[in-house]
């Protein structure tokens, strides 16, 4: 069975247009079978994209798991002076993102697998909709690896689905030396800013 976060999904190619609706910004986005939300923009992506923070201006921002690039393209329009990283390990994803962005104009984003973002780069801003599927192990890796790499007055915007663990994430990182605060609750989501302590 594949699996969105896999490297290579099997499922057969699928490409279906998602148009994306927020306040003050509208565009569109290819996606595809076996990228995480094939067809349709995830609810917690959108709430996410509704409700967070307005981002800075400039700096360099992390898409962690960046699927078909919703969020990567959504930052790199609303701050087309910043650096926008976008991240996944599903090829699919990385190539319908890189698509995506092209398809936009957009030239500030630099898509890639983890290994391939330089080791001295830092992020003012990291948005994601973590991948809770891959397990709490594989989950607690993956954001110790990001997360440590915040700039000093960096800041995460996570959003995570109250009935797959959103609270316990929030007390887990709290141990891991970093202060949460729960911006918001909507429809079984929570909106999660982390930060160094």
């Given at each position: ?42 609810a917690g992506t959108k709430i996410l994209l509704s ?147």
């Open positions: 069975m594949s699996h969105y976060f896999d490297n290579s999904p099997s499922a057969a190619s699928h490409p279906e247009i998602v148009e994306v609706l927020l306040p003050g910004d509208a565009f569109d986005y290819v996606s595809d079978a076996g990228v995480f939300s094939h067809g349709q923009l995830d409700d967070a923070p307005t981002p800075p201006p400039t700096g360099t921002f992390l898409d962690l798991g960046c699927g078909a690039g919703p969020i990567t393209l959504a930052l790199a329009r609303r701050s087309p002076t910043a650096t926008v990283w976008a991240i996944d390990v599903n090829q699919r994803a990385l190539d319908l993102t890189r698509s995506n962005a092209e398809r936009l104009h957009l030239t500030n984003v630099k898509v890639g697998a983890p290994d391939d973002v330089p080791d001295d780069v830092v992020f003012d801003l990291i948005w994601s909709n973590p991948p809770i599927k891959v397990g709490k192990d594989l989950l607690h890796r993956m954001l110790t690896r990001w997360l440590a790499r915040l700039a000093p007055n960096g800041h995460a915007i996570l959003v995570v689905n109250k009935n797959l663990g959103s609270d316990s994430l929030a007390r887990w990182l709290g141990t891991e030396g970093y202060e949460v605060e729960r911006l918001g609750s909507r429809r079984g989501y929570r909106l999660l800013d982390v930060w160094r302590a």
